[in-house]
Every structure is written in structure tokens, then in C-alpha cells.
């Protein structure tokens, strides 16, 4: 491992921003940091970079290793439209004067390549292009970059790994396959794609080999497949059911009472090119499902929607 941040704390005043923070970033890989705004993904750049001083912990690149860092301000920010102005250039756009330098970046990276959320005001086009470069970049260069990013695109499109940022700490680290799909914690399921969360409380003995949750909104009685039993909590302690939109099903057809089936309603109906949204209403339960294509439905209909229990996740925190 080129990169390793071994447990790293900083605070501001009397606040915590990284608590015991660790992560490990090999050369030619990129590994994502996902979390929720002030969460200190820009933080730990910061301190990696050398631009943040007063942490505990310990930062090593290669053969150096940064225990206290001193903080090098920027330059003054001069006023681009004065300069195309009197030095008839052209005026820039955010995006284009973004582009300008993230290739300098690019050209200009050895070793170590940090970016906090570099592709924000770009187009679709852009970011094409933009994440193509810098795919091709850190393989070709051999680049340990480490990449703060919550456009779920550029995640599953160019991230090796990634790691979950929440409350200063990684919770869960993996490829974005394995963490969109195996989600641990309520934070790794809302940060990386959409996920119903469904508020419920579990109702059969801890050895079920399939056990039965209720559901605070709706009293609707969920199977799931075995759970280990440190996720299954005690049976007044309410549990977060986790299941992805494009995992419920529109029911139509022979079913089974295991099938986990439940009456809705449709509340809404969003057109999303290749794939339509629609949201439901089942007695005060919100679902969310996720469909190439409807058919036969609109909003205001009744029909019976599925929650495989093999797809629903049981977490809790």
C-alpha cells in the first residue's frame, strides 16, 4: 500500500470531524470517499495534502510521513473578468476553468492525486470525458488517488473501492458493487443509491429461520431471509428493513404469502428516460420502486406490490 491514513482525529474547537480514521490506497487505484455534506471528506484531503496542521493519528505516503503539517495559504483570487477584460481572453465558464484544471492536475500528478469533488458544475458530456482521463491517468501514471465524490455515475464508474464517511468515521469499505448491494448501516444505504428504509420492529423468536418484522407505519408484518443474530436486535428495539426500488416488485400473477405482499396505492409517476420512478402508498407506508417500463398504471390505482425477503436488508445503525 502506497497511501495509508492510520487513525486519524481532528477537531475544530470542540468538534470532532474524524474520529479514529483509517483507509489504505494502493498505486493505480481509486479509491472514493462518500459521505454526507460537513461529514470531512474534504477534511482528510486537507490533512493528506499537507494544508491542515493539529491531528492525531498518523499519515504516510510512501516513505514520508506527515505527523504535523503546516498550513500553506492560497493565493489571492484574482478577478477573471477584469483580466479578460483588459487582456482581451476570453471569459471562462465555472466548467471550463474547472477543465482547465483538472487536466493541469492530470499532467502535473506523481505518485498522489487528490480530488474533492472535481466534476461538479460539468455537463453530462463533460463528465464523460472528464472521468475517461482520469481513469486512463491513474493506470497509465500509476497514481494512488483518492477521489470525494456523491455522484453515484462516477462511483460506479472509475472507483476501485470506496469507503462510507459518517460522523467522522468509514463504516464500510468495498467496491461500490459490494456496498450498494450488501449495504451495513443505515448511512451506506441512503449515501449510495436510493433505498426504501422501513422503520420496523421484529415480532418472532431470535432462532426463526426466516423472521417476521412489523412495520411501524402501515402494521405490515415483513419476512426476511435468516439474519445473524447481532443484526437481529431485541424484539421492543426497532431495526431499519433496507430494500433497494428496483428489488420490489409490481405484482401480478400466482403469489405466496412469503412473497411479502402488501396492497398500495400510487402516489407518483416519474418519467425518467430508460426508467420510470413510481412511489406508492401502502396505509401510510412509503415504497419506492423502480421499473424499466410501466404499463397499465396510473396515479390514484390500487395494486399489490412485493418486498422479496431475500432482497431486504436488516440493519441497525
Known amino acids: 500500500m502506497v497511501l495509508k491514513v492510520e487513525k486519524v482525529s481532528k477537531r475544530y474547537s470542540n468538534k470532532w470531524v474524524l474520529r479514529d480514521l483509517s483507509f489504505e490506497v494502493s498505486r493505480g487505484e481509486i479509491f472514493g470517499l462518500v459521505g454526507r455534506a460537513c461529514s470531512g ?17 498518523r499519515i504516510s505516503f510512501e516513505n514520508s510521513t506527515i ?3 503546516k498550513i500553506v495559504p492560497s493565493p489571492p483570487q484574482k478577478n477573471s473578468f477584469l483580466k479578460s477584460l483588459f487582456k ?15 487536466e493541469e492536475a492530470l499532467r502535473d500528478a506523481e505518485g498522489l492525486l487528490l480530488l474533492d469533488n472535481p466534476f461538479a458544475p460539468f455537463d453530462s458530456e463533460m463528465r464523460q470525458e472528464a472521468l475517461e482521463k482520469l481513469e486512463e491517468t491513474a493506470r497509465r501514471k500509476n497514481l494512488a488517488v483518492v ?4 455522484n453515484e455515475e462516477e462511483i460506479f464508474k472509475i472507483c476501485d473501492r470506496i469507503g462510507i464517511l459518517d460522523k467522522g468515521e468509514i463504516i464500510q469499505e468495498g467496491t461500490p458493487k459490494e456496498v450498494y448491494e450488501n449495504p451495513n448501516s443505515v448511512a451506506s444505504a441512503s449515501l449510495l443509491g436510493r433505498c426504501n428504509l422501513i422503520t420496523a420492529r421484529r415480532i418472532t423468536f431470535s432462532n426463526e429461520e426466516m423472521p417476521e418484522f412489523q412495520t411501524l407505519e402501515g402494521n405490515h408484518r415483513l419476512r426476511t431471509d435468516k439474519v445473524e443474530r447481532k443484526n437481529l436486535g431485541s424484539i421492543l428495539q426497532n431495526v431499519t428493513l433496507a430494500i433497494r426500488p428496483e428489488q420490489v416488485c409490481i405484482h401480478c400473477g400466482a403469489s405466496f404469502p412469503e412473497d411479502n405482499l402488501i396492497r398500495a396505492k400510487v402516489t407518483k409517476i416519474e418519467f425518467h428516460g430508460s426508467t420510470t420512478r413510481v412511489e406508492f402508498d401502502a396505509s401510510g407506508l412509503p415504497i419506492e420502486v423502480l421499473v424499466l417500463r410501466l404499463v397499465g398504471l396510473k396515479v ?11 432482497r431486504i ?5
Open 88 to 102: 482581451k481572453t476570453p471569459f471562462l465558464s465555472e466548467s471550463e476553468r474547472r477543465k482547465i484544471e483538472f
Open 300 to 310: 390514484g390505482d390500487e395494486c399489490v406490490i412485493g418486498l422479496p425477503p431475500d
Open 41 to 57: 471528506k474534504s477534511t482528510i484531503l486537507r490533512l493528506i495534502a499537507g494544508l491542515e496542521k493539529d491531528f492525531t493519528g
Open 67 to 69: 505527523n504535523q503539517a
Open 147 to 150: 477521489f470525494v465524490t456523491n
Open 313 to 317: 436488508k436488516v440493519l441497525r445503525y
